[in-house]
């Protein structure tokens, strides 16, 4: 039970940290774009780094084992670009436009006059909101699932995911601003979105948890790898690089790759 409640406890940081970046969005005059490049490339150092290194790894032993060696290596292999596939549906379904990938600045709200009652842009931020909360749901997922198993690596995968959540937390807040001239509706919405990632968590641990044997957990952690990666790749990147200088958001990757590595490391 308290595995539990710590792997919970991580997933509603993690999804709550939308919050962090509506009241950004608020409380702060300039974008720091320099940091968020280089967070957000940390992020995805973090998390490339332990998917492919610990997740995909872990999860090949567990179906090897149950499965044998060359169909639990096929499986693991089957499952990752699954979970890659899985995600990448989720990013086919959302409108171009809706999409959180769509940056916003905190300088974005002072640039724009507030148009009050605006239902184009009213339903701009609903949607955003809808789209960010989709996106964290299996998010969500793994980190429960991570924190469950292995709770060494999960503690550096939620704060990845916590960095990768702040500007999505803007990208909700501008648009709804923009709409209502009313900034509790915005952080609302803001911190509504990243609700789906505790969501996400509690569902996996209802449905999954009785069915969880070596099996179950090395597909649903191949997975997990899959998801992670194709996260990095399709938004933590593009998103490091538009907010500032690319050597800066691949410092950040490194960076991260080599603090996971460390981590790792300390734990043998």
């Not at 997933?11 to 974008?31: P, Y």
């Not at 939620?158 to 509790?184: C, F, M, Q, W």
Request: glycine share 8%; net charge negative; no cysteine.
């Amino acid at each position: 039970m308290n595995n539990v409640l710590f792997a919970f406890g991580l997933t509603l940081f993690a999804g709550l940290s939308t919050g962090i970046g509506s009241a950004l969005a608020f409380f702060t005059k300039k974008t720091n774009t320099k940091f968020l490049s280089i967070s957000l490339g940390f992020s995805a150092g973090v998390m490339i780094y332990v998917s492919m290194v610990e997740i995909f790894v872990k999860a090949k032993d567990s179906l090897t084992a149950e499965l044998g060696l060359k169909t639990g290596s096929w499986v693991t292999v089957a499952a990752f670009f699954a979970g890659m596939l899985f995600i990448a549906l989720i990013d086919k379904f959302i409108p171009s436009g809706e999409n959180p990938h769509d940056m916003y600045k905190v300088e974005d709200i002072k640039d724009y006059d507030v148009k009050a009652n605006d239902p184009k842009l009213l339903r701009m931020g609903t949607f955003t909101a809808l789209a960010v909360g989709i996106h964290n749901f299996p998010e969500g997922l793994a980190t429960f699932i991570s924190a469950l198993q292995e709770p060494t690596i999960a503690i550096p995968i939620a704060v990845a995911i916590a960095i990768h959540n702040i500007p999505e937390g803007i990208a909700v807040s501008v648009p709804v601003y923009y709409a209502t001239g009313d900034r509790k509706k915005a952080f609302l919405y803001s911190f509504l979105s990243g609700l789906s990632e505790p969501i996400g968590a509690l569902i996996g641990y209802l449905i999954l948890m009785p069915f969880i044997n070596d099996l179950v957990f090395g597909l649903i952690f191949a997975s997990v790898a899959g998801i992670m990666v194709f996260i990095s790749l399709d938004e933590l990147l593009p998103s490091a690089q538009e907010y500032g200088e690319h050597h800066l958001s691949i410092y950040g990757l490194v960076s991260g790759m080599a603090v996971m590595a460390v981590s790792l490391l300390l734990f043998i």
